[in-house]
C-alpha cells in the first residue's frame, strides 16, 4: 500500500493539478459579458425598441385576420432589426410572419435583407423551407414566386451557383 507521504504527495499534485486548470479557463471579462447579458442582467434592446416591439406583438396577439397578425409581427422585425443586437429576433418574428400569412411576400425581402450578407446558408435554408411549405395553387404563387426571385438573387450573388440561378428563373417563368 502507499505511505503517508506518498498520499500526501498524490493529493499535492491533485490539488496544483486542480488550481491549474481553474487558472487555464478562468472566465475572461469578454466571455463573461454575454453571460451576463443573457441571464437577463441587461437590457437586449433600448427601452423605445422594446416598446415598439411590445406593441407591435400585442396588435398581434388582437389580430383578427393572419394579415393583420402578419402586419404586426412585420412591424415587431423591423423595430428589432433597428436595435444592434436584435437581428435574432428579427428574424424570428420575420419567421413567424411567414407563418401567420403565406400569400405575404414582405417577411420574405426582410428576412433577405437580415441574412443576405452575413449568413447566406442559413438564408438558403429559410427559403427552401418555404418552398417546400407553401401552396403552389394561384392564391400562393406570388409568394412562391417572391420566394424563387429570392432564392435567385442569392444563387446568383453571395454562393455564386449559376446553374441553380439559371433553375429556378426558368422555373419562375412557368409562374
Given amino acids: 500500500m502507499l505511505g503517508s507521504w506518498q498520499s500526501l ?7 496544483l493539478f486542480a488550481g491549474f486548470l481553474l487558472w487555464k479557463y478562468r472566465p475572461s471579462l469578454s466571455t463573461a459579458e454575454p453571460l451576463i447579458r443573457s441571464y437577463g442582467f441587461r437590457r437586449r434592446h433600448s427601452a423605445a425598441v422594446d416598446a415598439k416591439i411590445r406593441e407591435a406583438l ?12 402578419a402586419e404586426a409581427l412585420l412591424s415587431a422585425a ?6 444592434p443586437d436584435g437581428t435574432t429576433s428579427a428574424i424570428g418574428f420575420y ?3 411567414m407563418r401567420a400569412d403565406v400569400t405575404l411576400c414582405t417577411p420574405v425581402q426582410g428576412i433577405s435583407a437580415l441574412l443576405a450578407a ?3 446558408e442559413l438564408l438558403e435554408h429559410v427559403l427552401w423551407k418555404r418552398l417546400a411549405r407553401l401552396d403552389w395553387s394561384e392564391k400562393g404563387s406570388a409568394a412562391a414566386k417572391c420566394t424563387l426571385d429570392a432564392l435567385i438573387a ?16 426558368k422555373l419562375a417563368a412557368r409562374l
Fill in 95 to 97: 419567421l413567424r410572419a
Fill in 58 to 69: 400585442d396588435r398581434a396577439r388582437s389580430a383578427s385576420t393572419p394579415r393583420a397578425r
Fill in 78 to 83: 423591423e423595430a428589432a432589426a433597428l436595435a
Fill in 154 to 169: 442569392l444563387y446568383g450573388g453571395e454562393l455564386r451557383q449559376k446553374n441553380r440561378a439559371r433553375a429556378l428563373k
Fill in 118 to 120: 452575413e449568413r447566406p
Fill in 9 to 15: 504527495f498524490i493529493v499535492g499534485i491533485a490539488v
